[in-house]
């Protein structure tokens, strides 16, 4: 098996961590925690902040505007009897949660079922970014080509998701973004929380 490491960008402590159990102590419980694995060593220490030494190369997360420390929830959801589909939205502000839910008809996009939903919450996201000149904002979802689109990882061959990857280009040139994956409907309070509002944007709920 490939050599991991990991690194946490916002928890308990912060750096790059060698095993998951050391990372998972960090971050387990730990409301806005921001954490991923990496191949390389160099690329954890770029994502948790770090250098060679393990000292940050920015203020400690604590120290900055509470601005920089926006986080969105996104989810989506498809009525295959309308083929409607919708977004669900949390963001997490200065301590305060807020919601949005929006209702979409697109039958190109429709195609992506639940999927159309989540890409055009992410979009949301970028955009509650760029109007509140909020600096940086990290989007937690569920379904991985919401970040693997914007990275390149995943080659953007429909409409939806092309559109969905220029937007992305766009949204970077005034926003940092930042994407962190989770498991969907595994009692995350506010995955399950978009995941809410996006069904109920289309009257399932």
């Not at 977004?87 to 997490?92: C, N, W």
Request: some cysteine.
């Amino acid at each position: 098996m490939a050599k991991k490491y990991y690194a946490v960008r916002t928890g308990r402590k912060t750096g790059v961590f060698m095993t998951w159990a050391e990372c998972q102590k960090q971050v387990t419980g730990f409301s806005g925690a921001e954490f991923k694995s990496f191949p390389t060593m160099e690329e954890a220490q770029a994502f948790a902040g770090v250098n060679a030494e393990g000292i940050p190369d920015t203020l400690p997360r604590a120290e900055k505007p509470a601005s920089a420390q926006v986080i969105a929830y996104v989810d989506g959801s498809y009525r295959s009897d309308t083929g409607e589909f919708s977004y669900g939205m949390v963001i997490l502000k200065d301590g305060e949660e807020h919601t949005f839910c929006e209702k979409m008809t697109d039958k190109e996009l429709a195609l992506m079922h639940n999927v159309a939903g989540e890409i055009k919450g992410s979009e949301a996201a970028m955009q509650y970014a760029v109007d509140h000149n909020i600096p940086e904002i990290t989007i937690y979802h569920d379904y991985e080509g919401i970040a693997k689109w914007c990275t390149g990882a995943w080659k953007a061959t429909k409409p939806g998701t092309i559109a969905y990857q220029a937007f992305y280009r766009e949204a970077v040139k005034k926003v940092k973004v930042h994407f962190v994956k989770v498991k969907g409907h595994s009692n995350d309070k506010y995955n399950d929380m978009a995941d809410q509002l996006a069904k109920k944007a289309l009257g399932i709920l």
